[in-house]
């Protein structure tokens, strides 16, 4: 088997994967020129006034080249087939059993909170008492 079929056999086989694949990419290039943007402002107003076109700009572009890059990186499309592909493969819970869940996780918490305001009003009683002695 030569590397092109085993690159083919790794990823997702159907259109409907890869299209969450893509989607990843454009998440992760919005949200690389979000930080970009933040970060050459805060660099540039160190030195002057920055110019927020600009800062944009030049955002955008490494941005877009950072993202073109590794779209184009065949182990970086290779693990995210994989993610994807595993992704696919999970047994969601339903609405209910979600819901479920969560009441379970709020009470327990509620429980917990409890005993250790307990535990900790305890504690605040004894140190007072050693304390003032």
């Not at 479920?100 to 509620?110: F, G, L, P």
């Amino acid at each position: 088997m030569n590397q092109s079929e085993t690159a083919r056999d790794l990823q997702p086989k159907t259109l409907g994967l890869v299209r969450w694949v893509q989607m990843a990419f454009m998440a992760f290039a919005l949200m690389l020129l979000w930080i970009l943007d933040k970060i050459i402002t805060l660099a540039w107003d160190k030195f002057a006034e920055p110019q927020p076109t600009l800062v944009t700009l030049v955002a955008v572009v490494i941005a877009a080249g950072t993202t073109y890059g590794l779209y184009k990186h065949e182990k970086v499309v290779r693990i995210a087939n994989e993610v994807v592909g595993e992704l696919s493969k999970v047994t969601w819970p339903s609405r209910n059993e979600t819901q479920v869940s969560t009441v379970v996780v709020v009470i327990t918490s509620i429980i917990a909170a409890a005993i250790i305001g307990v535990f900790d009003a305890a504690w605040s009683a004894i140190t007072d008492l050693i304390y003032k002695v």
